[in-house]
């Protein structure tokens, strides 16, 4: 009868240690990321990336031509975080000028949640772009901190970051 009651004791505060940690984790506010990326040639605007304790949440982004007389012939690009493919997107032919493309941007609706991922500042995003433009076929592959985008989200601005065959470079317009 004695060793029972303990051992209910014991069940009971595990439950209560156990529940206490869920609701800890529950009330945690999400943290936002929201960037845009720039090549030579087009922009990836609009990133925005929702980061909950133990989930990912990555809203639609949208093509955008850098300059007008620019021809392409496909554009793939992929964002992975923390080792989790978070958005892949491939689109054939020219994508602005397809017919739903508008004034030389176009939507991408990656809309996708991540579940059962974990997920901080210090993780690092991976950015992989292939393009061709004008006949000329381009690669662009760059790391950067979910840190790094944070504290300039902090200061009111979307930052805009450069990807080119010279490196990452960090602007703060928008």
Do not use: C, W
């Not at 392409?72 to 397809?98: C, E, R």
């Not at 901080?120 to 433009?133: A, F, H, R």
């Amino acid at each position: 009868m004695f060793i029972s009651s303990i051992v209910l004791n014991a069940v009971f505060v595990i439950m209560i240690a156990f529940l206490s940690y869920r609701l800890t984790q529950l009330d945690q506010d999400p943290e936002l990321y929201s960037f845009d990326l720039a090549t030579d040639d087009f922009y990836i605007r609009n990133i925005e990336m929702v980061v909950y304790p133990d989930s990912i949440y990555v809203g639609e982004q949208y093509l955008d031509r850098n300059g007008d007389e620019k021809t392409f012939d496909g554009i793939s690009y992929g964002l992975k975080l923390g080792g989790h493919m978070v958005a892949s997107v491939s689109q054939a032919d020219d994508p602005f000028t397809l017919p739903d493309a508008a004034g030389g941007r176009i939507m991408m609706p990656t809309n996708n949640l991540i579940k059962r991922v974990k997920i901080g500042n210090v993780d690092s995003l991976e950015v992989t772009i292939e393009y061709t433009v004008d006949g000329k076929a381009k690669n662009v592959s760059e790391q950067f901190s979910l840190n790094e985008v944070k504290e300039v989200s902090r200061n009111g601005q979307r930052p805009v970051i450069q990807l080119s065959d010279q490196g990452t470079v960090m602007t703060y317009h928008y």
